[in-house]
C-alpha cells in the first residue's frame, strides 16, 4: 500500500529525473510541497521528518525567512552582476566572511554554483598551481574507491563509486584511485572513528612508488565520505595521509561539500580531525540548500603562487557565469548569520554522543550488518537481499517514507544527517521509525 499517489493533474513525462529510477518513481511519485523546520509536507498533507537535511544541506533548517528576505531584496536591488572583469560588493564580503570561519590558512575563495563544480575547479587550480611553480609534469590526480566527487568529468574521474562511472567511459586519463577505508571485518559498529585501518593512507605511498611523486599534483579525498554511506576514517588515517602529501609535494584536496558548515559538530572537518589539507570543496550548506552555490577554499601559497606575470594578464582561466550569484551571496550571508547566531557550527557535537547511542540501539535488528555515526552523519547497513543489492534498501526507505521518515539510501545503507537544529525528540523519532522499517521489511 502507498500513501502518495501521483496528483491527477500532474504530469510527468517530460521532467527527467536526476539519480533517480524514473520509470519506478513516476508510477508513484513522492513529492513534497512544503517544508518548515525539521519537516517537509508532502502533496498529500502528510508531515515528513527530513532524516537528511533535504540532501545533506538544508542544515540551518527549512523555511527560513531571514534567508527568503535577503534573496528577495536582493533581486529587487541587483538581480545580476559579472564577476569577470567586473563585480559587486557582496561576492567580496561573503568571501572574507567564509574566510573567518575557513580552516587556518584556506582564505582564499573561489565561487562556483556546485560541489561538482567546486570539484573540477580545486582539481584544476591544483594542475594550474603545479604547473606555475614549475612542477608541469605533475598531470595525475589520485581519488579514492568509494569516493563521491560530483558529475564533472574531473569528479566522476577521481570518484570511485562504480555505478556513478560505468555508463560514461571516457574518464581523466592518469587518473589512479586509493583504498576506500571501510573494514566490515575489524571495524563494524565501531563508534565514531574506527580503530583499524590507518595504514590505507600508506596508499599514496605506493601510488607514488608506481607513478612517480613528479606526476602527481593532488589527491582528493572525503575527509568522511558520505555518499557511499557514512565511513568515518580510522584513526590516523588522514593525518598519515596529510604527511605524505607533504614528503612528496602532493596537493592534498579535502571535498568537504557534505562534511561542511557544523556537519561533524565542528565548522569544517578540518577542525574535526585537525588536519588542514591544501584546498576544500564546498557547496550545500553554504547557503543552507536555498540558493546554488559552492565555493573552494584556498591556501595563500596556492592562491598567490598563480598570481605571478604581468599584472594584466588572467592569473586562472576558469570561472562560470553565476560565480559569487548576487542572490547566492545574499542567501549565503544570510545562513551565515544564522550559523553564527544559532551557534550552529558547533551544535553537533553536543547531540553527537545522543545520536550516536540512539543509532547504535539499531544493533541485532534483523539483516543489520553495520552502524556507523560521527557528529550528525550517520548510516545504518543491512545485509542485501539475494535479488539484489539495493532491494531491500529501497523497501526500507519507501516504508520510512510511508511512515513519516524521509532519509537517503545508498545501496543497502541508510544514510541520515538530519538538519543541525535538531532535537532529541526528532533523533528519537528518526531511528524509531527506521527501526521499525527494518524490522517490518523482510
Ligand atoms: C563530497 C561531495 N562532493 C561533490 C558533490 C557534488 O555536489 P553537487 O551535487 O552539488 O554537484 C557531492 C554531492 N553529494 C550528493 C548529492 C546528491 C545526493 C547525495 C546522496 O548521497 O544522496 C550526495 C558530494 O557529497
Not at 559579472?82 to 590558512?105: Q, T, V, Y
Request: glycine fraction near 12%.
Amino acid at each position: 500500500m502507498t500513501l502518495h499517489q501521483k496528483p491527477n493533474t500532474l504530469q510527468t513525462d517530460s521532467f527527467w529525473m536526476p539519480f533517480t529510477a524514473n520509470r519506478q518513481f513516476k508510477k508513484a511519485p513522492r513529492l513534497f510541497a512544503s517544508a518548515e523546520g525539521m519537516h517537509y509536507t508532502t502533496v498529500d498533507g502528510r508531515k515528513v521528518i527530513d532524516g537528511s537535511a533535504g540532501l545533506w544541506c538544508v542544515n540551518a533548517g527549512h523555511g527560513r525567512r531571514q534567508i527568503a528576505t535577503a534573496v528577495e531584496r536582493q533581486l529587487m536591488n541587483l538581480d545580476f552582476a559579472p564577476s569577470f572583469n567586473m563585480g559587486h560588493p557582496l561576492a567580496f564580503d561573503f568571501a572574507e566572511r567564509l574566510a573567518e570561519i575557513a580552516p587556518k590558512g584556506l582564505d582564499r575563495i573561489f565561487f562556483t554554483n556546485s560541489g561538482s563544480e567546486s570539484v573540477d575547479t580545486a582539481l584544476k587550480i591544483a594542475l594550474a598551481y603545479q604547473r606555475a611553480i614549475g612542477q608541469g609534469t605533475r598531470t595525475r590526480l589520485i581519488g579514492r574507491e568509494r569516493g563521491y566527487h560530483g558529475v564533472g568529468f574531473g569528479g566522476m574521474s577521481v570518484g570511485g563509486m562504480v555505478a556513478n562511472r560505468r555508463a560514461f567511459a571516457t574518464h581523466l586519463p592518469g587518473v589512479d584511485h586509493i583504498r576506500h577505508t571501510h573494514d566490515l571485518g575489524r571495524n563494524a559498529f565501531a563508534k565514531d572513528i574506527p580503530e583499524h585501518g590507518a595504514e590505507l593512507a600508506d596508499d599514496l605511498e605506493r601510488m607514488v612508488a608506481l607513478h612517480g611523486a613528479d606526476t602527481i599534483a593532488a589527491v582528493i579525498v572525503e575527509p568522511v565520505p558520505g555518499s557511499t554511506a557514512v565511513l568515518p576514517p580510522p584513526k590516523g588515517y588522514l593525518k598519515r595521509l596529510r604527511e605524505i602529501a607533504d614528503k612528496h609535494g602532493i596537493l592534498l584536496i579535502f571535498d568537504e561539500v557534505i562534511t561542511g558548515f557544523g556537519r561533524l559538530g565542528t565548522p569544517f572537518a578540518a577542525d574535526y580531525f585537525g588536519v588542514t589539507p591544501d584546498m576544500m570543496t564546498t557547496a550545500k550548506g553554504i547557503t543552507n540548500g536555498t540558493v546554488p552555490c559552492g565555493a573552494v577554499f584556498a591556501s595563500r601559497k596556492i592562491h598567490d603562487g598563480l598570481m605571478n606575470g604581468p599584472e594584466g594578464t588572467i592569473e586562472l582561466f576558469h570561472g562560470y557565469t553565476y560565480s559569487a550569484h548576487p542572490t547566492a551571496c545574499a542567501a549565503g550571508l544570510a545562513t551565515l548569520d544564522i550559523y553564527k547566531d544559532e551557534g550552529l557550527l558547533t551544535r553537533g557535537a553536543s547531540l553527537a554522543e545522543y545520536w550516536r547511542d540512539a543509532l547504535h540501539s539499531l544493533k541485532g535488528l534483523p539483516n543489520v550488518v553495520d552502524i556507523r555515526n560521527i557528529g550528525l552523519m550517520g548510516a545504518v547497513e543491512v545485509a542485501p537481499r539475494k535479488d539484489g543489492v539495493g532491494a531491500r534498501g529501497y523497501d526500507v526507505m519507501v516504508d520510512c517514507f510511508n511512515r513519516g521518515l524521509y532519509l537517503r539510501m545508498s545501496g543497502d545503507s541508510f544514510a541520515m544527517s538530519p538538519p543541525l537544529i535538531v532535537e532529541k525528540s526528532h533523533i528519537d523519532d528518526i531511528v524509531s521509525i527506521l527501526g521499525d522499517a527494518i524490522k517490518r521489511v523482510a
